[in-house]
């Protein structure tokens, strides 16, 4: 086919650095492929932390409003007269086995009206 054998060694040559050219190509493209791959599996992994921070900040917030009211209601109680305070607000509490019986006024009854019998 070709006429010297120096000019076919040339070409195998030449198909060899291609190929390697190629799979040097498809491993570059398969390494780039996974990185992309792994970029957007971290972006929704952070994506799902920042939601998540941001649940807890919010709870975290919930929390320490409670505590600042805790601890104010606590500080009012061992202020100056704050055990009389305690008492006026527990003077409705129900000792234990004892029930409060609660009188409600019955609503004023309506005559009958004609349309019903």
């Given at each position: 086919m070709?006429?010297?054998?120096?000019?076919l060694l040339a070409i195998t040559q030449e198909r060899r650095e291609?190929?390697?050219?190629?799979i040097g190509l498809?491993?570059?493209l398969g390494l780039v492929a996974v990185a992309g791959v792994s970029l957007v599996r971290l972006a929704?992994?952070?994506?799902?932390?920042m939601d998540r921070n941001g649940e807890i900040v919010a709870v975290l917030e919930l929390e320490q409003a409670r505590l600042a009211r805790a601890r104010e209601r606590f500080d009012?109680?061992?202020?100056v007269a704050g055990e009389q305070r305690l008492i006026r607000e527990q003077s409705q509490?129900?000792?234990?086995?004892?029930?409060?019986?609660?009188?409600?006024?019955?609503?004023?009854?309506l005559p009958p009206s004609p349309?019903?019998?």
């Amino acid at each position: 086919m070709f006429g010297t054998d120096g000019h076919l060694l040339a070409i195998t040559q030449e198909r060899r650095e291609l190929v390697c050219s190629v799979i040097g190509l498809m491993v570059k493209l398969g390494l780039v492929a996974v990185a992309g791959v792994s970029l957007v599996r971290l972006a929704g992994a952070y994506q799902q932390r920042m939601d998540r921070n941001g649940e807890i900040v919010a709870v975290l917030e919930l929390e320490q409003a409670r505590l600042a009211r805790a601890r104010e209601r606590f500080d009012q109680l061992f202020m100056v007269a704050g055990e009389q305070r305690l008492i006026r607000e527990q003077s409705q509490w129900i000792a234990p086995n004892r029930l409060r019986v609660v009188w409600q006024t019955p609503p004023t009854s309506l005559p009958p009206s004609p349309s019903h019998p």
